[in-house]
């Protein structure tokens, strides 16, 4: 009998038990969410039926005396449908549809209220917390920790780069998901099932990065503390405050993952009522010089950013359809060697004459794009950026490169809430002055630039300089970057270096070694064919070609950059495998640009082009691998082969070990 009694009392608690349920548009996924017997809420994944996100605790730790992890109760819940079609002014894909079904369910305990907002979409999910405290201790609430699980279902093979709350310039790692540590996101994997997931967040504004940490076999967020001397407070916040989406991406594909918008759309529309002045495009410079050794950033013989220097790739830049140029070092404030941080971004160095290269830019129809190295010193470098900015503006400038070199920012670890709020205020101080941003040791991208159109680029991973003087990126590293660095935004990698074993500065006197992990044997590990090939697979809406002008004058495979437009309407991930190789489509107006790239292993692909517009007779430019190419040993042997093709045509892809090929699509004649 009293078995019973308890039997129907677990029954009843199970019945009264919350659980809400929000599926995608699809139906294959479905988000569940509970309340625990402690009040704290849940939430689990299913795909096709199949459990994907296991049962995952949910909430937020702070030292103030509140409670914003449990003891909820439930006060209502809907799930409302969403559909839309909306346009941005560049992107992969100037036109997204929005597709989704939102829970939202309101909970509330004695000290805040606490709404839940789950997204399905038919690529995978985002939620959010959104608190509200109406109490006395709204100001400056101190977060300390987020307790949201990411419970990966099953284990499987995962990629990432470790958690580091300075730096993304760090290797990948190939990883069990049971292996791994911590992770920096976008943490992308592929479970035993073979399903593809990837880890990361949205609209991060005003709050720290999320990195992952495995506690107790379960992955889960990790925020980046505010310093090393302050290692509690992960956040500051106020009585109502928003977190970042939490977004777990779910492809059948590996390609899926890299043809979701889903970041995109979990960020809010655009913010900038003018986007005229927004324009992506190619731009070549002096960068390359300096991270050989060839030039110097500072004020010697070695100088790079001279004016006679400048006015040679402007020249070259209106002579290959090169949109504008980039001078590292034009200011005063550099020593020799490194910054001695004393920088003045309204002073030309002495032998930079800066009007003068604007006035010959402009007569070539050649944008010039400033350049802000601030060595991570970011109070100093708020308290004039007004001015700064102010300065490039009244001389038609429309871009800037920021650099944040060291360890870092003014003691704020450099993903903290410091830095998310200092990158978001330089976009915004430079929008409203129509300046378009590329900023290189970035805040990672969660999709902000659908909101800041003009944030346009940024670094965020181990960039080509790690070539020029380290044992470099490895071939697959590229392989790698699509599916995990590229699916947060575009990236300012600059690929482009045809003369891959630097050859043309050998026994060069005026080289000097000025970085300490610079070795005989740095090379850049790629065939030629890679690097240009690079130019489509990693997408950027500036677009550089890195290497010295001199190693693209005369050659003939540069013609592709030089017909390539980087300001595409329409992307397509065609083929590939992480780590292993991938292939994809871009179109810019009626041009196709193909770019496919392989690890260290040479393969050969079938490549359907129906992705071609049907009718149209287009000139096909293929830069291949010569058959005997090979990263290591024969790196420069290509080909360049014209074919007239149409949409109803198969191209064989043979890539070289380490290889790569590009394509471009011009038509010829429309019916
Ligand atoms: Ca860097």
Redesign the pocket.
Known sequence: MKKTVLFLLIGLAVACAPKKAVSSPDGSIVVLFSLSDEGQPEYAVSVDGTPFIGQSVLGIETSAPLNLKNGFRLESSKVTSHEEKWSQPWGENKEILDRHNELEVKLANEYCSLTLRFRAFNDGVGFRYEYGIPSEAKESIVITDELTQFNIAQDGFSWSIPAHFDSY?QEYRELLLSELENANTPMTFRTDDGLYGSIHEAALVDFPEMTLKNVDGILTAAPAPDGPNNLEQKAVVSGTFKTPWRTIQVGRKAVDLINSSLILNLNEPCKLKDVSWIKPGKYVGVWWGMHLGLYSWGKDARHGATTERAKQYIDFAAANNIDAVLFEGWNDGWTVANADHDFDFTKPAPDFDLDAVLAYAREKGVDYIIHHETAGEVAWYEQQLEKDLDYAAERGIHALKTGY?GWLLDGHYHHSQYGVRHYAKVASEAAARKIMVDA??PIKETGLRRTYPNFMTR?GAR?M?WNAWSSGNKPSHHEILPFARLLSGPMDYTPGIFDIEYRSIAGNPDVKVWNNTHSSKCRVNTTLAKQIALWVTLYSPWQMAADLIENYEEHPAFQFFRDFDPDCDWSEALQGEIGEYIAIARRSGDKFFFGATTNEVGRTLEQPLSFLKPGVIYTATIYADALDADWQTNPYAYTIETRTVTSADTFTVVLAPGGGQAISFIPSSTP
């Open positions: 310039e070199a290189h040791e670094e960039g300089e």
